[in-house]
């Protein structure tokens, strides 16, 4: 008996530094992608500096004037978020979509960081408001929940190639039943974020116009 739990115990531990060891990657890809993406925000030429502050002008005065194509926004943000779920999702049941699942989640970061560098950069302190109000809440809730699909799709991902490969005994169709919850729950916060984004941010960002 004594032999058998120690057995179950050394998995659970075993399980959970694999998970911790994931999570760890991927936290830290993320965060590499979020610095260099505020990094080259940064280091852009007069004209690339030019062309961002241009596009931001437009941005936030098309808020400011209420000229926001809502039917169109609202397509464009469903359209992201649902292609980039379920792209890292179908990644994951794939073996070759781990390296582009770690590139994938490198550029989610990127562009968020570099988006928030150049808010910040273009309209200095006024910028930090406008740039808190841009990212809250839906953009932080998509990078957490890519960060969540991001660690189950590896995860999923290495499982299936040790079952494949190396003949490790898995049950394979609960880690798929639970993969597969996991992607509807993310795919369904991220819906709901499209609809902050394009229905609630904007009146957030007139505050601070």
């Known amino acids: 008996m004594d032999i058998k739990l ?69 397509i464009n943000s469903l359209i992201g978020n649902i292609t980039f779920t379920t792209f890292i999702f179908l990644l994951g049941i794939s073996i070759i979509g781990i390296p582009i699942i770690i590139l994938s989640l490198f550029l ?37 929940m890519a960060l969540f699909l991001g660690f189950y799709a590896l995860y999923f991902g290495i499982k299936l190639f040790k079952y494949l490969f190396r003949g490790k005994d898995i049950n394979l169709r609960y880690s798929m039943k639970r993969y597969l919850q996991v992607y509807i729950t993310v795919l369904i916060i991220n819906i709901a974020c499209s609809f902050i984004e394009v229905f609630l941010s904007p009146t957030l960002i007139k505050l601070v116009i």
């Open 108 to 144: 989610k970061t990127f562009i968020f960081g570099f988006s928030i560098s150049s808010i910040i950069y273009t309209y200095h302190l006024n910028g930090i408001l406008k740039a808190i109000t841009y990212t809250l809440p839906h953009q932080l809730i998509t990078i957490l």
């Open 6 to 74: 120690n057995t179950v115990k050394t998995k659970v531990n075993d399980k959970l530094k694999e998970q911790k060891k994931i999570y760890i990657f991927i936290i830290i890809v993320m965060l590499l992608g979020l610095i260099s993406g505020i990094i080259y925000a940064v280091i852009l030429n007069q004209n690339d500096h030019t062309i961002v502050k241009d596009s931001l002008n437009s941005f936030f005065l098309s808020i400011k004037d209420n000229n926001i194509d809502y039917k169109s926004a609202i």
